[in-house]
């Protein structure tokens, strides 16, 4: 038992180190599953993606299953569907067709907003116990399961996110975007199905809606006087309907509908003066959103709000929701380690007054900016215990986060729009010299934008320190910039830079008082700080 328990210790560890080293969360479930059934000794296995609401069971991934298997196996999971979904690894014995009995263990590796991700290891020899199989899979599912578990909970989301803006930003038409947010929306929450509304609270009217899923005539046929009373014209945040079928203000249009649906989830959110967007996901069983399943769906609505701007036409609105999506998006991934947040508001700030310090048009300077925003979303693949760990990492732990910026460059590379941005956040942690990382550039092969934003980001990193790294004086980090130029830093980005600084410290929300300020003395301070740049 000690000695299986150390081999799938040792499994879901190797898991767990490529998930931090940014793999594809499929790709490392794929290779649990591969991993698992040779401790195991198993015939195969199948990893599935398993729902209530409808009933489904998908395949994900096979091991050791042919592929002309596989649909006979879905047939006998979904007569078994109920045991399927435990909390705990159970034992579970399938009969095939002819009568053949198969030993099985159902190992729940995803439990996400109504769907299960579940590993069905098959054929499992006779020699092992499943009983005790099953209780060293509990023992260590549950401590070294949560990255797993974290990280399809990101995926999800980050695909949502990726496919509706890709839509948006590719220019598809309105009526194409808005049913890619209700699909994406519905399938990604395992609902029963979505509903966004465009409505015109000036004439008071409900101008277009769009549908995915179950047609819930109830909620989908209501005028425009109780769509008001479900969600107020100047209500703000979730409405919650717990229970659909004793819903007074929903008109009783579809008993049988009314009899389907029990949950309602909407979020508002303004488009322009006068007009709003409503996304509501309704769902077959009581629903209680968690807060991120909250921040997800204000997320969604606020994709569909810029969508409609875009098709307004009005320009101004479009790109300030637009920033605000993105300052929210950086603001979540800093969120994850309180010693950093602001860190990329500071640095996009930074970037912008050095692009202009140095000639480069307004369109450019406010590249830089959306740059410094998101240059280190790639760290949302990065586990927190090594963010909390900067300027005292091993050499394994700073691989990790050397991973960062190819993680964040191909969650930006589907989204089109974002395409001047994408080597700018892959390459900031090049170094002048050819001594950074991913591929070494040196000198000018590095993009200037890409120059500029590793000199904010060293001098923000400087000025406010981390846990392992105390901050330094203005006039100390300017001293170090100094002697950074020509080494790891472009000298004349360093120079434009500090003429930002001393010239012009109120545009960068600097103080000019903390220029005077006598630089103490941190002779072991470089050292730590290097590890982190």
């Known amino acids: ?10 499994v879901l560890l190797e898991t767990n180190r490529s998930i931090d080293a940014g793999a594809d969360v499929l790709e490392a479930m794929d290779v649990l599953g591969r991993r698992m059934s040779e401790v195991l000794s198993a015939g195969g296995s199948l990893l599935l993606q398993v729902s209530l ?38 034992p579970l014995t399938i009969e095939d067709e002819v009568g053949n009995r198969h030993p099985c263990i159902v190992v729940p590796v995803v439990q996400h907003t109504g769907q299960w991700v579940v590993l069905l290891v098959v054929d499992v020899p006779d020699r092992l116990d499943c009983d005790d199989c099953c209780l060293a899979l509990r023992s260590v599912f549950g401590t070294y399961g949560t990255a797993l578990r974290v990280a399809w909970r990101y995926s999800r989301y980050f695909d949502v996110f990726r496919n509706v803006s890709a839509a948006i930003h590719a220019e598809e038409k309105t009526e194409t975007i808005l049913h890619t947010i209700v699909r994406q929306a519905s399938e990604a929450m395992a609902a029963k199905g979505c509903i ?23 909620l989908a046929s209501v005028d425009y006087e109780t769509l008001c009373r479900l969600f107020r014209p100047n209500g703000d945040g979730l409405v919650l309907i717990e229970d659909a079928r004793y819903e007074s203000r929903i008109p009783d249009l579809e008993r049988l509908g009314k009899k389907r649906v029990r949950s309602i989830l909407g979020v508002p959110v303004s488009i322009v003066d006068g007009c709003r967007g409503i996304l509501a996901v309704y769902f077959g069983q009581a629903k209680t959103p968690v807060p991120r399943e909250i921040d997800f769906l204000k997320a969604l609505s606020e994709q569909g709000a810029l969508a409609l701007q875009r098709a307004m036409r009005y320009d101004r609105n479009m790109l ?16 994850k380690d309180a010693t950093t947040h602001g860190h990329s508001q500071k640095v996009a ?91 070494g550039l040196h000198g000018e092969a590095i993009p200037l934008g890409a120059r500029i934003l590793a000199a904010c980001d060293c001098f923000e990193t400087m000025i406010s320190g981390r846990i392992f790294i105390e901050s330094v004086s203005l006039p100390e980090a300017i001293e170090k910039l100094r002697q950074m130029a020509g080494k790891t830093l472009d000298p004349a980005v360093v120079d434009a830079l500090i003429r930002v600084i001393e010239h012009h410290p109120e545009d960068i929300h600097l103080s000019r008082d903390a220029l005077d300020v006598q630089p103490p003395e941190t002779p072991d301070w470089f050292r730590h700080f290097q590890q982190i740049f």
Not at 1 to 10: F, P, S
Not at 59 to 85: F, H, K, N, T
Not at 324 to 329: D, F, K, S, Y
């Open 1 to 10: 038992m000690t000695a299986m328990n150390d081999r799938l210790t040792q």
């Open 53 to 90: 609401f409808p009933v489904a069971v998908r395949p994900l991934r096979r091991q050791g299953i042919a592929s002309r298997e596989i649909g006979e196996w879905i047939e006998r999971m979904s007569v078994r569907i109920l045991d399927c979904i435990s909390e705990e690894p159970i």
């Open 196 to 218: 966004f509304w465009i409505v015109d609270d000036d004439r008071c009217c409900i101008q277009h809606l769009a549908m995915h899923g179950f047609s819930y005539t109830s």
């Open 320 to 335: 300030e929701t637009f920033r605000q999506t993105i300052e929210g998006l950086a603001l979540a991934i800093e969120a």
């Open 349 to 439: 700030t930074f970037c912008r007054a050095t692009a202009l310090e140095m000639g480069l048009g307004e369109k450019q300077a406010e590249m830089l900016y959306r740059a410094g925003l998101l240059h280190d979303i790639g760290k949302i693949g990065i586990q927190d215990r090594h963010l909390g760990k900067l300027g005292a990492l091993n050499a394994r732990e700073f691989a990790a986060i050397q991973k960062h910026p190819q993680i964040g460059a191909s969650i930006l590379q589907p989204l089109t729009f974002l395409d001047d941005i994408v080597p700018l956040v892959k390459y900031h942690h090049e170094r002048f010299d050819g001594s950074g990382y991913p591929e």
